[in-house]
């Protein structure tokens, strides 16, 4: 089974990202730890509070949970879990600790990503992935959403055609 992380702003959009990995042949089992990173805070106070970081959570939309447990229910075959996680830092050896403790195998990157920061703190994972030791991988999602609305238009077309010649 393969670990990966998607970097994302938790917006609904970036969840098509999980249509691109599950339709990855070479990817079997899966599963995907969506991840936004923050730099720490220079504040006293804020070191401080470090361990009452459930206020980032609320970034996370009610549709995007949604979105990621239909997504789940989709693919249970082939997505395992779905996750959320929070990196705090900005150094390289920092993130390289947190895919050794995620045990990532892979980080997957909508060719069409764009950083969208949550909060003045929230940083641009690119720099950090880049230099993490792991495979990066970016997917074209706009493709696939486009050949799968052309799949199930040909599909209806084709039992409307079977029920009119019948």
């Given at each position: 089974m393969k670990?990966?992380?998607v970097p994302t702003d938790f917006k609904v959009e970036g969840t098509k990202i999980i249509d691109a990995i599950a339709l990855q042949p070479d990817l079997k089992e899966v599963t995907i730890i969506?991840?936004?990173a923050f730099k720490l805070?220079?504040?006293i106070t804020n070191m401080l509070m470090l361990s009452r970081?459930?206020?980032d959570y609320e970034n996370v939309s009610d549709e995007f949970y949604q979105k990621i447990d239909q997504y789940t229910?989709?693919?249970q075959g082939k997505v395992k879990a779905i996750g959320i996680e929070f990196f705090y830092g900005s150094t390289a050896a920092a993130f390289k600790n947190l895919i050794e403790g995620l045990k990532i195998d892979l980080i997957v990157y909508a060719q069409d990503y764009n950083f969208k920061p949550i909060n003045k703190y929230s940083i641009d994972p690119k720099y950090l992935t880049s230099r993490s030791g792991c495979q990066v991988l970016e997917l074209d999602t706009r493709v696939i959403a486009q050949e799968k609305e052309l799949f199930e238009t040909k599909m209806l077309n084709e039992k409307r055609n079977n029920t009119v010649s019948a």
């Open positions: 670990r990966i992380l969506f991840l936004h805070s220079d504040s970081r459930s206020r229910a989709k693919y």
